[in-house]
């Protein structure tokens, strides 16, 4: 059958020549590329020591934002633990008392809000569903741990430092 | 022989010990390095500034491994198999001359363990016995994968020992000597064998890379195949005396084929030398560049090996036994021919 695309090519296996059978030649041209290899500067990032550079949509570790006046942003709504797809969201949601404005912008605030950084697939949809633009998956790679429970994050860690103290 | 002799002689026998086993510590690290550079690369770093305690760390490593033999092993084959590899690579060392000989005061001390005169065919012998480490350590194991690496490793040395062999009798043509001193003397200045012996030392580097199992000859412990070879039920130290063993041997390969064909401890230039730097000074030079070629063999071994894929069997035995012994018999020939008619 004739080919359509034209793009079909008709290999042969031709005898190996007298430089190909002596297999020296074909190892000399590696050996020359393995050499021009040996002099090239190496590609590797050092890690700890040196970090590559994230992407502008990279997706870290998550932080809870404070608004302009050092307040929480959260409500404690739970439309970011509805929305997460590996269930790694609780928070128990409480309500702001007089005397408080400063700490919390809403009436309702979450007291304990943890995140279980094992379950987290960073996928980003947390950051979507937030109506309070309070959580941001724009911190760091999660540093590893020895225990499982010391990978739930609670508020200490996911609550943005305070403006200006 | 006087005491001082004996104790001169016992001396140096301590240091090259020393020195070939602190060579092949530190090939290991200069492998890991050298594979790392070829492939763009950092290797290891962070065992002392740029990795350079990185051998004792994986020595360590090696002796808190668990021992395990294996229940079904032959224990004390099981062991004698390592250490039959590793004192076969240690003696090898003993006939090569590391230098001419220095003369302090009235004393002339030999840089040459034991100047025996069939040298080359000592260097020979040790090779050959040294397979046996392999053999009895891969059939003692009791594991299929261990046998068939020690079979191959077997053959494959067998096969390669004939073109070796060969390929020094045209050497032995042009030098008429056995013994590694008088072919070192030989050399002396440029009149290096390799420029008259071009495919003899071509047929014997190829043969070197199997003898010592390296790549692309190292079937015996090809990981694809057969797990870890002749080695796959070894741990700890055992394990280690095997793979130091390797490393040792390279040593000693390099040593004997920069003596062999590269003139050894001789230097383009090294009369002028000698006569302005005095009679210990000038053999030290000598000593110097002979661990220069022996470096750069090793480094050539580790070139290679990270350069050209492993072998097939059949290739192995293929190019063992219908090119390099042909080859090396019309090496003979044509040495011959040469001699006759135009004289050495």
Same mark, same amino acid.
């Given at each position: ?165 | ?129 040294? *397979?046996? @480490?392999?053999? $009895? +350590? ?5 594991? /299929?994968?261990? %046998? ?131 009679? *210990?000074? @000038?053999?030290? $030079? +000598? ?5 220069? /070629?022996?470096? %750069? ?48």
């Amino acid at each position: 059958m004739e080919s359509l695309s034209n793009k079909k090519k008709v290999l042969e296996a031709k005898p190996l020549t007298l430089a190909e059978k002596a297999y020296l030649p074909a190892i000399v041209r590696g050996m020359g590329i393995t050499l021009k290899h040996f002099f090239k500067k190496d590609v590797t990032i050092r890690y700890p020591e040196q970090k590559r550079e994230f992407s502008e949509n990279f997706r870290g570790m998550h932080s809870l934002k404070r608004d302009e006046q050092g307040r929480e942003r959260c409500t404690a709504c739970g439309l970011c633990a509805l929305s997460c797809p590996a269930e790694a969201i609780t928070m128990t949601a409480a309500e702001r008392q007089p005397g408080e404005e400063n700490l919390y912008r809403e009436e309702k605030y979450a007291a304990v809000y943890e995140i279980n950084m094992l379950r987290c697939i960073f996928c980003g949809l947390c950051e979507e569903a937030c109506p309070k633009e309070a959580i941001y998956l724009d911190g760091d790679i999660v540093p590893s741990e020895f225990i499982r429970k010391d990978f739930i994050y609670g508020k200490d860690k996911l609550v943005e430092a305070p403006l200006n103290q | 022989m006087e005491l001082a002799d004996i104790l001169i002689k016992f001396g140096l026998i301590v240091v090259i010990f020393l020195i070939s086993l602190v060579v092949a510590m530190y090939s290991t690290y200069a492998e890991r390095k050298v594979a790392a550079f070829f492939q763009d690369r950092v290797g290891p770093n962070r065992a002392g500034p740029w990795g350079i305690l990185q051998p004792l760390a994986d020595g360590g490593k090696m002796f808190m491994k668990e021992e395990i033999i294996p229940n079904r092993a032959s224990g004390l084959l099981f062991i004698v198999g390592p250490s039959l590899a590793i004192m076969t690579a240690c003696i090898g060392s003993a006939v090569i001359p590391w230098g001419q000989p220095l003369h302090i005061g009235s004393k002339v001390v030999d840089l040459q363990v034991t100047d025996i005169n069939v040298g080359v065919l000592y260097i020979f012998g040790v090779v050959s016995l040294g *397979v046996y @480490g392999i053999m $009895i +350590g891969g059939w003692a194991s009791n594991n /299929k994968y261990s %046998l068939l690496g020690a079979i191959r490793a077997a053959s494959q040395n067998i096969s390669y020992e004939i073109s070796m062999g060969l390929a020094i009798i045209a050497l032995l043509m042009v030098n008429g000597t056995l013994s590694l001193k008088e072919i070192a003397e030989q050399q002396h200045g440029w009149h290096w064998n390799v420029i008259y012996q071009p495919l003899g030392f071509l047929i014997f580097i190829v043969c070197a890379f199997a003898e010592t199992n390296r790549s692309p000859f190292d079937l015996p412990e090809c990981e694809t195949e057969l797990i870890g070879g002749y080695h796959t039920e070894y741990s700890s130290m055992k394990l280690g005396f095997y793979l130091f063993a390797e490393y040792i041997n390279m040593f000693v390969s390099s040593a004997v084929m920069a003596t062999l064909y590269f003139g050894g401890y001789n230097y383009p230039g090294m009369d002028w030398v000698t006569a302005h730097v005095g009679p *210990v000074i @000038g053999p030290l $030079i +000598g000593t110097v560049v002979l661990f220069a /070629k022996i470096f %750069l063999f090793i480094f050539f071994f580790m070139w290679v090996r990270w350069t050209i894929p492993r072998f097939r069997y059949d290739q192995l035995m293929n190019l063992g036994w219908r090119t390099l012994i042909p080859l090396a018999i019309a090496n003979i020939v044509l040495t011959g021919i040469i001699m006759t008619f135009f004289g050495k």
